[in-house]
Every structure is written in structure tokens, then in C-alpha cells.
């Protein structure tokens, strides 16, 4: 039963790729849960998500924080995000790109946040990290 299934999408690359056209590439159970958060963000007004790959490659994004009170009022701080496969059975892993002098994040731009990390549960989605990020930030 495997090797019909082997054979009948072998056949199907070759009449593809006799056709002119590229292969559809499956999307994983990661890629799909990340397509739901990101079309269902609800993000605070100074915050902004970028690709800068292209639309293509969700799994890699930048968030822009500036932030609107605190100390840190009026300082635009770049974060990339690196989306596994595997999510959201495991967290997507942050860092801060722009040099910080910040408790939560070290040096190298690794960011310190419980839901990153020990507290990370798959119910936890895109939209709550960002809130996280921006709140280390406003309070």
C-alpha cells in the first residue's frame, strides 16, 4: 500500500514537471496553525509584523514594538521571530535585534520571557507573545 502511494506521487512529479509547473509544496500542521494567528492578530497600535523573506516564508517574521509609555517611550525595538515546524507544540524562539540595555533580554538578544520558555503551552499563539514583548516594555 506504501509503494502505491510512492508510485502515484512519483508519477504525479513527473507529469508536473513535464507541464512547465513547480510542484505544489505542502503546508505542515505547523505552517496552518501560524496562518490562522497571524490572520487572527489583533496587535496594539505600535506594534507592526514584517516579512522580510517575503509572504512566502511564514515561519520566519519581524515585529517593530515602539512603545507608548514607560521608559522606554519613543525607542522602535526589532524582534525576529523563528516559527518551527512543530508549532505550536513548541515555542517559536524570539530575539531582540536591536542592542538593549533591558532585564529581559540579554546580550546576544535572547529574550526572557516565561512564556517562551518553561510556561509555553500549545493554547499560546502568536498574538499572546507579542503582547508579552510589548508589555516588558510599558510597565
Excluded at 5 to 17: D, G, L, M, Y
Amino acid at each position: 500500500m506504501i509503494k502505491l502511494f510512492k508510485v502515484k506521487e512519483k508519477q504525479r512529479e513527473i507529469a508536473e514537471s513535464a507541464n512547465g509547473k513547480a510542484p505544489i509544496k505542502k503546508q505542515t500542521a505547523g505552517e496552518l496553525r501560524l496562518h490562522k494567528d497571524i490572520s487572527e492578530l489583533n496587535l496594539p497600535k505600535s506594534c507592526t509584523l514584517s516579512f522580510p523573506n517575503g509572504k512566502d516564508d511564514l515561519m520566519n517574521f519581524e515585529v517593530s514594538i515602539r512603545p507608548d509609555e514607560g521608559y522606554y517611550l519613543g525607542g522602535t525595538f526589532l524582534f525576529s521571530f523563528q516559527v518551527s515546524p512543530i508549532y505550536p507544540h513548541e515555542a517559536p524562539k524570539v530575539k531582540c535585534k536591536t542592542k538593549i540595555y533591558h532585564p529581559n533580554i540579554d546580550l546576544e538578544g535572547n529574550v526572557c520571557l516565561n512564556i517562551l520558555r518553561e510556561d509555553w503551552k500549545p493554547v499560546l499563539n502568536i498574538n499572546t507573545i507579542i503582547y508579552g514583548l510589548y508589555h516588558l516594555f510599558t510597565v
